[in-house]
């Protein structure tokens, strides 16, 4: 799996603006919870759908862009989060235990 590594708001609002030809996800990280490098590995084990662009996001490192993303998406932080993101909008938000590739990706062919 590949890994984009957000930073700054010009690479959300660059990966919103692919959600309209691309599934794009944000996994939300939270680099001092053993929960959130439990999900963060279980998907790595995943095999990656080709149909989905992969952003991660340590949100300890940095929080304002994790808020950021929250309130311009209209979700609740959670943290591990993913958000599925088609068409400028978050499709799908899942958080802890319930993270799985198989899911995200069962939410992309419904839209």
Not at 7 to 19: C, I
Not at 89 to 96: A, G, L, N, P, R
Request: glycine fraction near 0%; proline fraction near 3%.
């Amino acid at each position: 799996m590949h890994w984009n590594i957000l930073t700054t708001e010009a690479q959300v609002k660059e990966l919103l603006e692919k959600s309209y030809i691309k599934h794009q996800l944000v996994f939300k990280h939270s680099t001092r919870c053993s929960t959130s490098s439990m999900i963060k590995n279980r998907l790595e084990r995943s095999e990656a759908s080709p149909d989905i662009d992969f952003h991660f996001l340590d949100l300890i490192a940095y929080r304002p862009l994790s808020n950021k993303i929250a309130n311009e998406l209209n979700v609740s932080h959670e943290s591990p989060q993913v958000l599925l993101i088609r068409d400028g909008k978050c499709i799908y938000d899942e958080s802890h235990y319930a993270i799985f590739m198989e899911e995200i990706e069962k939410q992309c062919q419904h839209t």
